[in-house]
């Protein structure tokens, strides 16, 4: 069993930049995501990492946005830069040990709630 918890979300403004981690209660497995839902949508994917070596991207966030992870630490990163509006939402982290893109994942955080201000 994993159990993943979410932090680093808050206010914003437009352009600005916010990193979110997401701590493994064990450690980070192969597959780590992390997944976005604004007010009235549905749970969007941002992006994934296969061991911190493969990384892949939402065309929304591409560019803008950077999976890292510290194994040390049981931790996964998503630094958000060049922030608009439009990436308000709840970020959630997942992980699962299998080799995927957008899922399925085998574990969930509670999620964060990120703002961003125009």
């Known amino acids: 069993q994993v159990q993943l918890v979410e932090s680093g979300g808050g206010l914003v403004q437009a352009g600005g930049s916010l990193r979110l981690s997401c701590v493994a209660s064990?450690?980070?497995?192969?597959?780590m995501g992390w997944f976005r839902q604004a007010p009235g949508k549905e749970r969007d994917f941002v992006g994934v990492?296969?061991?911190?070596?493969?990384?892949r991207y939402a065309d929304s966030v591409k560019g803008r946005f950077t999976i890292s992870r510290d194994n040390a630490k049981n931790t996964v990163y998503l630094q958000m830069n060049s922030l608009k509006p439009e990436d308000t939402a709840v970020y959630y982290c997942?992980?699962?040990?299998?080799?995927?893109?957008?899922?399925?994942?085998?574990?969930w955080g509670q999620g964060t709630q990120v703002t961003v201000s125009s």
């Open positions: 064990g450690r980070t497995l192969h597959t």
């Open positions: 990492s296969w061991n911190g070596d493969f990384t």
């Open positions: 997942a992980a699962t040990s299998r080799a995927v893109i957008a899922g399925p994942f085998d574990y």
